[in-house]
């Protein structure tokens, strides 16, 4: 299986239409991948609170009209990372898009963790309820979201819903880069599952980005890693993968917590 991760430069001199345009293009070259993987809030920049309301669009908004078409003309399955969701009945939220190779809406899934510590996107968005997973011919793909790689518990529950690979498009700044590749191979070694984590490049109302995609196999070990610029970050790897480890090194099967277990 091959996927490419687009690492996107975000910065404010570019408007969101001619992003949103540059974007659909960037995608429309990995024809012939399997998977195509866009960074969180790419629209707006992640930390770019101030613009979250003006620029927040319906699920059928223009970014989900572009990013369709170009994974249909592509033909391939795209996370089309995230954008500022408004719902009509309700407050906004961080929403990732995923489509299939026929530009078809394959998953929606609303973050659940929100980040800011009462400030920011904590205050400005909706928190999501439910984990999400996607269903690819080659392997089940669990869908998360940057600040959502803090916590564990969440990737558990995409493992126990039959995730073998966990995406999460992020615009992870900087100063914490080194939590950013430490918690990505840490999802990977401990759920036994390949993590594809994209962020972004540029800076987001004055917060420098990581960048530094990467791609973790379910044995914790880098298969491939960004730099800190805008690029593409293409990788082939091999989804049976997860199944061989997780036979014959099988921690999952010797979990006590978190557990249902039936009443005696």
């Known amino acids: 299986m091959r996927a490419s991760l687009i690492q996107?430069?975000?910065d404010p001199d570019e408007s969101v239409d001619s992003r949103r345009r540059r974007a659909a293009s960037l995608v429309r070259d990995q024809a012939g991948v399997d998977l195509v993987v866009l960074p969180e809030l790419w629209t707006t920049g992640a930390f770019a609170y101030e613009d979250f309301?003006?620029?927040a669009e319906p699920l059928e908004g223009p970014t989900h009209e572009a990013m369709a078409k170009a994974a249909g003309d592509a033909g391939v399955w795209l996370h089309a990372g995230s954008i500022p969701e408004r719902d009509p009945d309700g407050p906004l939220y961080n929403t990732s898009l995923v489509f299939s190779p026929s530009g078809g809406l394959a998953a929606a899934y609303r973050k659940i963790h929100r980040f800011g510590f009462d400030k920011g996107e904590a205050v400005l968005m909706g928190a999501g309820t439910e984990p999400v997973t996607?269903?690819?011919?080659?392997t089940t793909v669990g869908l998360a979201t940057c600040y959502d790689l803090r916590?564990?518990?969440l990737f558990r529950s995409l493992v126990d819903a039959g995730a073998e690979t966990?995406?999460?498009p992020a615009g992870w700044p900087e100063r914490r880069r080194s939590h950013w590749t430490l918690l990505a191979?840490?999802?990977a070694v401990e759920n036994q599952a390949y993590v594809l984590a994209c962020g972004t490049a540029g800076t987001h109302a004055g917060v420098p980005q990581a960048g530094h995609s990467i791609v973790v196999d379910p044995w914790g070990e880098i298969l491939a890693e960004a730099g800190a610029d805008e690029e593409v970050l293409t990788v082939e790897f091999d989804p049976a993968r997860v199944a061989t480890t997780r036979e014959q090194f099988p921690a999952l099967k010797d979990r006590v917590l978190g557990l249902e277990r039936p009443r005696r």
């Open 53 to 55: 309301g003006s620029e």
């Open 8 to 10: 996107m430069r975000v």
């Open 185 to 187: 191979r840490a999802r």
């Open 134 to 138: 996607v269903r690819l011919p080659e």
């Open 151 to 153: 916590f564990p518990e």
């Open 166 to 168: 966990l995406v999460v």
